[in-house]
């Protein structure tokens, strides 16, 4: 029981588990900005516009059945401001990435280029 025990503690203080399940929180957190800043903020510029509050009230009849146009369409105003910000972070993400990598081999190359010249150094001094 006690290997058990151990070896689970082992599999949830892995480094990915521990990244995802903080992922999945904010993600679920992120979801209700996104519904405030939708329903609060750019629906209520349709709201003034069209004088309705959202496009839920777009439909299309089709017999006894409606066809939701105006729902599909909040999903994707939804979907694209979601989209739009998961675009903003990953490339802000990408570009401080890449400015760290390149200076840690500006650093790495520095260091190289140090080693041969001490190598030089050195040959040169032997053959004196």
């Known amino acids: 029981m006690r290997d058990l025990m151990t070896e689970f503690r082992k599999f949830v203080m ?3 588990l ?13 979801k209700d900005v996104v519904d405030v ?10 709201a003034a516009i069209f ?3 959202n496009f839920a009230s777009i439909t299309i009849g089709l017999g006894d059945a ?3 146009i105006g729902a599909f369409l909040n999903a994707v105003i939804n979907f694209l401001l979601v989209a739009l910000v ?6 802000t993400y990408t570009a401080m990435k890449d400015r760290l990598m390149r200076s840690g081999e500006e650093t790495e190359a520095l260091t190289r280029e ?6 030089i150094r050195d040959l040169l001094a032997t053959r004196a």
């Open 114 to 119: 140090g080693e041969l010249l001490t190598e």
């Open 86 to 91: 998961l675009f903003l972070i990953v490339k």
């Open 37 to 46: 800043f939708t329903n609060g903020i750019v629906l209520a510029f349709v």
């Open 51 to 53: 004088g309705e509050p």
């Open 18 to 30: 521990v990244e995802i399940a903080v992922a999945f929180i904010l993600a679920l957190y992120f």
């Open 14 to 16: 892995k480094g990915n």
């Open 66 to 68: 409606e066809i939701l």
